[in-house]
C-alpha cells in the first residue's frame, strides 16, 4: 500500500483504487523443474485502436489466435516457464524502435512486459520480450490489467471465473482492495467472454 497517496484516494462501491506511481505487479512463480506449461490469454486494450491483423502482428501470432472483446482483443498466447526465470512468461522477439524506452514499449504490449531495465536498448536491435502470463495446474488462465472502476467481483463475473481462486491465485488478501494499473491472472475463465467474431 502506498500511504503517502492515501490522500487521493477514491472510494468506488465497495472498491478502493489507489493511485501509486510506484505499484509493480506481482507475477506467477513457477518451478522450472517441472516445465509447466499452458495454454493462456492476454486480455490487451490498445492505447490507440488497433485491427485484429496489427494486434496479431505486434504479439506474432496468427490472426485466428486473436478476438476482438468489446474493448480491446483477447490475445492467445503458450505460456510456460523457463530456466533462469522464476515465473510465468511468454517470449517474442521485438525490433527496438528509435526513441523506445522500456516503459513505451511495455505500454505498446498493454503493460504486460517484464522490464529488464539492466539491458540497454539499441535500435534495430532485436531483443527478447518476456511477457506475463500465468499458469494455473496447467489451466488456460488470462493476464488483465485494472482499469478505473473495476471491482474483482465485476472482473470475475466479466470472464466467469471464480472470485476466491482468482483472490487466492493472485494473493489478493482483501478481494475490495484492487489497485487501478495493477496485473492480475484470472484462472480458468468460463464463457461468458463477450468476443466480437469477424
Request: hydrophobic letters at 35%.
Amino acid at each position: 500500500m502506498c500511504s503517502e497517496d492515501l490522500g487521493n484516494s477514491e472510494k468506488l462501491v465497495g472498491l478502493i483504487i489507489l493511485t501509486c506511481l510506484s505499484w509493480t505487479s506481482h507475477s506467477l512463480p513457477c518451478n522450472v523443474s517441472l516445465a509447466e506449461s499452458c495454454p493462456a490469454s492476454l486480455y490487451y486494450v490498445p492505447r490507440t485502436m488497433k485491427t485484429l491483423d496489427e494486434t496479431a502482428a505486434l504479439f506474432r501470432v496468427n490472426s485466428n489466435a486473436v478476438n476482438r472483446t468489446v474493448d480491446g482483443f483477447l490475445v492467445a498466447i503458450t505460456c510456460s516457464c523457463l530456466a533462469l526465470h522464476g515465473e510465468f512468461t511468454s517470449h517474442l522477439d521485438y525490433r527496438v524502435q528509435p526513441n523506445d524506452t522500456w516503459d513505451s514499449i511495455s505500454s505498446k504490449f498493454g503493460s504486460f512486459v517484464v522490464e529488464k531495465r539492466e539491458e540497454t536498448l539499441i535500435p534495430s536491435q532485436t531483443v527478447t520480450l518476456d511477457i506475463l502470463c500465468g499458469c494455473s495446474q496447467n489451466a488456460s488462465t488470462v493476464t488483465y490489467k485494472v482499469t478505473q472502476g473495476d471491482t474483482l467481483y465485476r472482473i470475475c463475473l466479466r470472464f466467469g471465473a471464480d472470485q476466491n481462486k482468482t483472490a487466492e491465485l493472485n494473493m489478493i488478501g482483501n478481494p475490495e482492495l484492487i489497485h487501478n494499473g495493477q496485473v492480475i491472472f484470472i484462472p480458468e475463465p468460463g464463457k461468458e467472454i463477450t468476443l466480437f467474431h469477424i
